[in-house]
């Protein structure tokens, strides 16, 4: 491997999670909702009525049958704290998918919030095992927000409405995102 390219490599790195330092997230969060969102009673939807299934985590699995694949890939990852792989990776910038210091940011804040690292990481998701999630409707509520505004595709293709993965959120030990 050419020295030269891994330097440049770990520059490029470097400068990601500079960039994801300097991120107001409060202020992406809310020019993002602002620009692309809006929205209103049917978007959040009731509360549901019955138990939510929580997220489980597939990465290793084939998306229709569940079933275990046949090859998995396990990179290793020059960095201790899980919220800097996207930058590792150079992760997102496509359609919905937020630039790489934005997923640094987030995944960040929500390490030092609710304790959320990365699990995993595919061409199109990501993957995260929590040790604090969210205990009441209130705060599930809020968090489901943020998320909506991150990954947009998970209410929009998957649970339909933010009460909805909200209450999936409540006691939950893992999250998933996904962009199409």
């Known amino acids: 491997m050419d020295v030269a390219w891994i330097c440049r490599f770990l520059l490029n790195q470097a400068e990601i999670i500079q960039k994801s330092l300097e991120v107001n997230l409060k202020n992406y969060l809310d020019e993002r909702f602002a620009e692309d969102f809006e929205i209103d009673t049917e978007m959040i939807g009731d509360w549901p009525m019955s138990e939510v299934v929580q997220p489980e985590l597939v990465a290793h699995k084939e998306l229709l049958s569940g079933r275990p694949l046949e090859k998995v ?44 690292d990365i699990i995993s990481v595919t061409p199109d998701t990501v993957e995260c095992t929590v040790k604090k999630p969210p205990q009441t409707k209130e705060e599930a509520l809020a968090l489901a927000k943020e998320q909506f505004i991150y990954c947009p595709d998970i209410v929009f293709q998957g649970t339909g409405t933010i009460s909805n993965l909200a209450a999936s959120l409540i006691n939950a030990e893992n999250w998933y995102f996904w962009w199409d």
């Open 73 to 116: 890939f396990i990179g290793l990852i020059p960095t201790s704290k899980s919220y800097e792989i996207p930058a590792f990776l150079n992760f997102g910038g496509w359609n919905e998918c937020p630039d790489s210091e934005i997923h640094v940011a987030i995944m960040r804040y929500w390490h030092e919030k609710y304790g959320a």
